[in-house]
C-alpha cells in the first residue's frame, strides 16, 4: 500500500502559483495510483462470487446455542410439562415480559394457568433459560418474530409443544455434555466424602492387622 501521499499547499499558497502549476498538481494527485488501486478494488468486489442469499427461498445455518424465539419443554418420559411455576425467569427477565400466574392445584401441588412473553420487549437475553432449574424454557432456532401488532405475545398454548421431542434439547439453555464435571459440591458433601474415606481406611487397617494377631495368638 502507497505509504507517501501528496500534500497540498494551504490555499493562500495555491492562490498565488501558477495555474499550469495548480492544474499539474490536480492531475497529479487525481490520476495518482490510488485511483486505480481503488478501482481494482471495486471491481474485484464486481465480479466475485456472491455472498447474499434468496431469503426467505434461502436460509443459512443456525448455530445451536442461537438466541431466537423461546420454547417451553415436555418430560421425554410423560410428556408432563417441565415447568413448575418457580418464577425464576419471571424475576431475572430484565425487560420484564415474561407473566406467569400459578394456582394450587388439586393435588396440593402448583400448576400454571398462564405463562406469556412479550417478544415486542423481550431483548432475547437468555437469562430466563440459564435460571430455569427444570430446563423448561429454552431458545430454539426461530428467528422471524415479525407482527402487524404493535406488542407481540407468545401465550403458553403457542410456546409449550404439543408433545416431548425423543431426544433432549441441545440449544441455548440445555445443560453441556460435561455438566456434571462441572458442578461443584456443597460444604457438607466434602466432610461426609472425607468421613467416608477415613472409615474405608480404617476398616482397611483392621483388615490387614487381624491376620498378624491370630499368628501370635497360635
Avoid at 23 to 40: E, H, N, P, R
Avoid at 56 to 84: F, G, M, N, T, W
Avoid at 107 to 123: A, E, H, P, V
Wanted: proline fraction near 4%.
Amino acid at each position: 500500500m502507497k505509504t507517501d501521499y501528496y500534500v497540498l499547499a494551504p490555499r493562500k499558497r495555491r492562490e498565488k502559483q501558477a495555474f499550469l502549476t495548480r492544474v499539474g498538481i490536480t492531475l497529479k494527485t487525481t490520476l495518482s495510483l490510488d485511483l486505480f488501486a481503488g478501482l481494482k478494488k471495486s471491481l474485484g468486489a464486481f465480479f466475485a462470487p456472491k455472498a447474499t442469499i434468496h431469503y426467505p427461498l434461502e436460509i443459512i445455518p443456525l448455530s445451536p446455542r442461537y438466541r431466537a424465539v423461546h420454547k417451553l419443554q415436555r418430560l421425554l418420559e410423560s410428556d408432563i410439562q417441565r415447568c413448575i411455576g418457580c418464577g425464576l425467569c419471571e424475576k431475572i427477565c430484565t425487560s420484564n415480559c415474561i407473566r406467569i400466574i400459578t394456582d394450587q392445584d388439586t393435588d396440593g401441588r402448583k400448576k400454571i394457568l398462564d405463562y406469556s412473553i412479550n417478544f415486542g420487549r423481550c431483548i432475547y437475553c437468555g437469562l430466563c433459560a440459564e435460571v430455569c432449574p427444570e430446563l423448561a424454557i429454552v431458545h430454539t432456532d426461530r428467528f422471524e418474530s415479525a407482527s402487524t401488532q404493535r406488542a407481540l405475545f407468545g401465550y403458553k398454548d403457542i410456546l409449550l409443544e404439543s408433545t416431548s421431542s425423543l431426544l433432549e434439547f441441545d440449544g441455548y439453555g440445555s445443560v453441556s455434555p460435561n455438566a456434571d464435571k462441572l458442578v461443584k459440591q456443597t460444604p457438607l458433601s466434602y466432610v461426609l466424602t472425607k468421613e467416608a474415606n477415613s472409615t474405608d481406611s480404617e476398616s482397611n487397617t483392621k483388615i490387614s492387622e487381624s491376620p498378624t494377631q491370630e499368628g501370635a495368638n497360635v
